[in-house]
């Protein structure tokens, strides 16, 4: 397995770019299997989470082609509605496909997803939203069996704000008779992101930007070409990587008005930011101040760039408070960056972070995709020599991370193991 041995290097400086943003060019594959025909999505990065759901949908039928940055889709010959266990619990967002399959096939046998590394994460209102639009669901040896001969528009209130459910169910609404309204729906860009695609397919969905959507069914949709957003959360992690250094980085490619909740808690943290078209260059305070975090679903601040908060926070210069309300349980970081000699302490489930003159280098251990990032962060401003292993999980969410960090100043080396 692959480490990173990163030496301490803080004195960044220059331009970094930002690619595109996985968790919107998931469902936008997955979204491809609505049209037939072959779609075309650009600004594609090279991650391991899309190689997974690339090869699930080469066994779903369609055809997919990969190269420099360009993915096509041909979703012509789908016809095998089925998401084996070994994909899905690669990477739980392959249950993106149940949604289109029940849509254009009737039916889908998707296996469960099951737990991961930041807590039990359900697909009920997944279901449950399916249910709603007519399909029978039943579970069966650990897979979801989803049917339907038509899907019906109808309401569904999401009892909580969910991004993987609210675009579950915009995938399979989409041919649905009538109208289907989606009420508490999640307003991630992700989902924005995925109602532009649906839309130039030929879907006829308003609301976007609100917590209510309105489907009208079509009967048609047809492929498309189309540039992915650029990744808010690559873009955060690089920002808090510039609010660690000792000197002005520039975050090229962003998207401003995705980063607003992050770029507030910057400047409370003592940062200078300047804009200048999608580049944005964050100056680093002499001293970093203590901030408090509370994760909720956008516009608020977003619980994938808690962790790499939690490591701006351990130099602060005071204690910050910082609570996950979307995964409450995503705190696994918290014992690793303690071993960087942190001080850190949970009190159920808040972390309160004592701010420390400096980090220790040691050996430490990646658990999930984000807390990865913000070892390697904790790895950059640490004293010494720091070893993160099993940095796979890293490689399914950032594109040749440390490429780009080494490229503003980080020393950071892959050992390929
Ligand atoms: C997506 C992102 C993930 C991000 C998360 C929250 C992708 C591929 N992943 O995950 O990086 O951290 O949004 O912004 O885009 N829940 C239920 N029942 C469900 C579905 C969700 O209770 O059926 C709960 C979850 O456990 C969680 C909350 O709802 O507490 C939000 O989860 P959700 O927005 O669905 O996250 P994902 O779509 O899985």
Redesign the pocket.
Known sequence: MDKFIIEHSRELSGNIYVSGA??AI??AMAACLLAPGKSILRNVPNLI?LKTLAHLLRVIGARVEYENGSMSIDSKDVCFPEAPYELVSKM??SIYVLGPLVARLGKARVSFPGGCA??????????KALEALGATIEIEHGYINAKAEKLVGTDIHF???????T?NTLMAAVYASGTTRLFNA?M?P?VDSTIDLLNKMGAQISGKGTTTLEIHGVDDLFPVEMNMIPDR?EAGTFLIAGALSTKPVTVCGCQKEHLMPLLDKLREAGCSLAFSGQDITVTPPDQIKPVNILTL??PGF???LQAQFTVLMCLADGVSYIEDT???DRFMHVAELNRLQANIKMDRNVASVKGVEKLSGAEVMATD??ASAALVLAGMVAEGSTTVSRIYHIDRGYDRIEEKLNSIGAKIQREIG
Do not use: C, M, W, Y
């Open positions: 996985k968790n998931l469902p989470d739980r967002a930041i807590g039990t994460r359900p697909v009920d209102l997944h279901l009892d909580k704000s969910s991004v993987g459910a675009i999640a991630e992700e959360i679903p956008h977003p619980t994938d979307v995964f409450p995709l984000r």
